[in-house]
């Protein structure tokens, strides 16, 4: 599939009355570029293009409706209609604002699906492309920029999800759960039980999806909680670091504290390995082995009875008794043979009683005490630790408490951070433990353990499996969800591999003075060897990613952009705009002339068919503008004026602050 937009048309509302036609002959042009100076209205122009693709305006609330009332104006209503070409069929939608009444009524017209209906009634196969979250992908701001960054969204996820559309699979996944169900409803054979049996199901299943919730939004306020600390440790260490004298001598502690750090570990390994020991534990451990080793060697074990000893008397003429053995007799011995000790457990058997006489019966004196004596030294370690700790932080708060209140408040600000952070992860840990004996399925609803949830869910769906008579459905409906699973990992996983790769390769290109890299695409993008981006760096790794991954995908989408290199240097805007027309099928930007400088010109090298507006206001301020205008492709509304061609838009410059009305 392939959506282009081919124009949009405003009447009464805030943004100036315009319609902008993108086409170049027959096909909308490869790129538009439509300058805008600051108060024309871009960003109010932008909302309007994704209310018209969403449908979201029908949610607006009174006070969102007005607020697209121009200032002044006194209409009663406004309209903004969407012009798209969807694989050479035109579809248009109408947004109809009633200020008055407050609301936004919608039409759509189609002619493959019955020409005009009085609603946001988009085709079904386009439908699905035109989900707020999916149209933020091709609808693009600085925002979104920075979310794809940002470790506590999971912007980028997302868009790789919706763009390859994996959601289908959580929906096939569904489908075969709603169909189990239905089944046991038609199939039980007692519905009193059934119902019970079901009730109970479906109440785990809730309880689970709380919990489930209840962590994610925990794990999300633990990242942010994360980063918040690392900002706070980093102003304060700043600020710690200006008076030298004492910043000295705090590191000198700080260094003083990782080796004792590093001697409580040591401590705490040596502890373990002898509490591995039973010996060393209590005197009566050594008295019961040493006498286990006596028992042994009075029985000679384990020669005696050792496998190996079965099968060498096979090859003798008498038993050890006197007996003559003959062939019947010695497959007999031969299958018995294997009802005693290996060679493996013989082995083991040895080696035991040799760490016995060799560790419990020396004369070394220290074998005692050796516990003891680990313990006090980690002890002492320990305490030192703690020590040199409460040294590091009493010289650090005496800095701080010298400091202006705006450090203080920093430092009241980490530890209230930490302790929420402590208290989080405890609740996390409480979450995600194992199962124990406290845990019992009669009080579900007050359990938080998920481990515990999950084999509770599961034990009661065999249940009503048997209830229903649908045993054999629900094995095949856990295969084939095991299945959907493992598809959509392992293409999740290969999809952001690629995509990151990609990235990369063109990041390099790009920022090749400053290179950064993607490490990985997780539920957000995750740079390398560094945890946030400058302005300029955020806007160029969205762009590469958002262009790569509409690239990559068989159908094609629009990218319309708003100020697309206000933040970005002129070499980096060079590089930008000759990757765009490779990866954008329709690229269409609004830009003030500050960006024209590397990124509009070296625009109009690279594009096949590109298409320059200039848009303004009709206001005192811009009377001398109007003067000034060319003689052909301008096009006079009742409050702004467009005009197309390259040679306006490169020489537009206006010095007026024009407000946004």
Known sequence: MKIEIISWECQG???????IDLMSGENPAHVALIQMPNGTA????LNLIRAALTGEATKWNKEDVKSYRRNGDTHSQGSFILNLKVDNELLTFELMFKFEEGMVNYSTSFHLSGGMTYYWNPPINIKRFLESRFVRLFIFDGELAQELLDSNKSEASQAIDSLFQLYLLDELHNNAENHWDRETFYKAKC???????KNLVDGLKRRIETIEEITNLKRIKHSKLEKEIEDLNSKIEYYLSQDQNLDEKLKEKEKDLIRAEERVIRDVNELMDKIRKPQLLHPKFINLLIELKDKFDKAELPEKASRQFFIDLCHEKECICGRELNDEIREIIRQRADLYLSDNTAAFLNSLKEDIRRDLLSTDNEIENSLKHSVNNLQDTNE???LLKNER???????????SDEVKKWQEQLDENKNIKNKLELELEAIEREPNHHDNP?????????????KWREDEEIKLAEISNTIEMRKKKEVLQKIIELTKQKANNNLRESIRDKCNVRLSNILHRDPISISEINHSITLQGQKAASIGQTLSVGYIFLTTLLSEGQNKFPLLVDSPANSIDVTVRREIAQLIPKLCQQFIAFTISSEREGFTD????HSEKIKFLTVFRKTQGTEKLEKTLPSEGVTHTQNCVIVQGKDYFDNFDTQYDLKEQ
């Open 13 to 19: 509302l805030r943004c100036p009355d315009m319609k």
């Open 393 to 403: 932080d009493y010289l650090k708060q005496e800095i701080i408490d010298q400091g």
């Open 442 to 454: 009669k009080f579900y609803e007050k359990t938080n353990c998920l481990k515990a949830l999950y």
């Open 384 to 386: 030192y630790r703690e």
């Open 602 to 605: 070296t625009l109009d090298k």
């Open 191 to 197: 519905q009193r039980g059934y119902t019970r049996q």
């Open 42 to 45: 871009k960003t109010t122009t």
